[in-house]
């Protein structure tokens, strides 16, 4: 029940397409949904977060969508560039109080031009 | 924004020697630090939570007496590979959070040759 779960595993999105990556959770007690970007070699950068009792959070190309009945979440990379080739983690946590952060198992995103 | 700045950023070590790991949140006090490892094109695993004045509280199958982990202040938790051998060669991150969501180190590539 702790698990969160993360699709694709690899993406490849042409220059300026949308990048979508999906995550699935089955713990009800998670509270705080945070993606991740995390270049080789580097430690995870928090890209942006939401909390359930939002549906969407928008931040610059970013955006999270969250269906809290289906238990998803899943992050939209808008005008992808180069520089956005990465690995994307999705988490969850019961909330920011000292929590574990649950991952998911991470996409590796490409983006070509 | 809070940094957590992790060190060494990468070590090499011979079989049977032990390493310490340093993470320290510098602009924030973090009563509770987390130690996650990675191994190549893999997702972070949390290997244990630090607690600043007392014990660390390991995860499931992660050996205690290998990974000795230390929270002596509120800025500062060490992790320590203890007799290392090639097989715990991986990359080592640690986090803290801040008001505002967690924050990773930039990691140590650990190499046990």
């Known amino acids: 029940q702790q698990q969160v779960k993360q699709s694709p595993q690899s993406l490849i999105v042409q220059k300026g397409g949308i990048s979508i990556i999906n995550c699935a959770y089955e713990n009800t007690a998670f509270d705080y949904f945070p993606w991740y970007q995390q270049f080789p070699g580097k430690g995870p950068a928090l890209l942006i977060a939401i909390r359930p009792d939002v549906s969407e959070k928008k931040e610059g190309r970013f955006t999270i969508s969250f269906n809290k009945s289906a238990k998803q979440f899943s992050l939209h990379i808008m005008d992808s560039q180069p520089g956005d080739s990465a690995t994307y983690f999705c988490?969850?946590?019961?909330?920011?109080?000292?929590?574990?952060?649950?991952f998911g198992t991470g996409t590796r995103l490409t983006i070509i031009p | 924004g809070a940094v957590v700045s992790q060190h060494p950023s990468w070590v090499i070590c011979k079989s049977g020697t032990s390493v310490k790991i340093e993470c320290r949140s510098l602009d924030f006090q973090a009563t509770t630090m987390f130690w996650y490892r990675q191994f190549p094109k893999q997702s972070l695993m949390l290997m244990a939570t630090?607690?600043?004045?007392?014990?660390?509280?390991?995860e499931q199958g992660v050996e205690k007496d290998k990974f000795l982990i230390n929270h002596a202040s509120l800025t500062l938790s060490t992790l320590t590979v203890t007799s290392a051998h090639p097989e715990d060669s991986s990359f080592y991150i640690c986090?803290?959070?801040?008001?505002?969501?967690?924050?990773f180190g930039s990691g140590t590539r650990l190499t046990v040759v």
């Open positions: 988490a969850a946590s019961p909330g920011l109080g000292n929590e574990k952060l649950t």
């Open positions: 630090s607690n600043e004045g007392s014990k660390a509280t390991y």
């Open positions: 986090s803290a959070i801040p008001n505002y969501g967690y924050t």
